[in-house]
């Protein structure tokens, strides 16, 4: 599956962004989604799930409450919309895609990779 993300952009602390990652070559319907991010020196980290059918959603702690990952199959889109976001928040966002009807928990679970968006948010 090809994944293309978009989204991305120069905001201030506390604004609001709505990522969004358009799938191509395979319906995503079966397959689990998620976004991931990578800071400046720092390793890429799992950010956000989501499963299939349940929808069931993993967040990583720091992003509770703030960002929300929802997908439309129909679409073959998954999004994230982040609110309140931090400085901290800075980094490039990878929309990503893991092997069917298996969990995401690591980079290692993935088959497919955005060309990633970036978010710079400024204090």
């Known amino acids: 599956v090809q994944l293309q993300a978009s989204g991305g952009g120069l905001v201030q602390t506390g604004d609001s962004l709505r990522l969004s990652c358009v799938a191509s070559?395979?319906?995503?319907?079966?397959?689990?989604m998620a976004w991931f991010r990578q800071a400046p020196g720092k390793e890429r980290e799992v950010v956000a799930t989501?499963?299939?059918?349940?929808?069931?959603?993993y967040y990583k702690d720091s992003v509770k409450g703030r960002f929300t990952i929802s997908r439309v199959d129909a679409k073959n889109t998954v999004y994230l919309h982040m609110n309140s976001l931090k400085p901290d928040d800075t980094a490039v966002y990878y929309c990503?895609?893991?092997?069917?009807?298996?969990?995401?928990?690591?980079?290692?679970?993935?088959?497919?990779w955005g060309q990633g968006t970036l978010v710079t948010v400024s204090s």
């Open positions: 990503a895609a893991g092997f069917e009807l298996q969990r995401i928990l690591s980079a290692g679970d993935i088959t497919s």
């Open positions: 989501i499963m299939w059918t349940t929808h069931d959603t």
């Open positions: 070559g395979l319906p995503i319907r079966r397959l689990p």
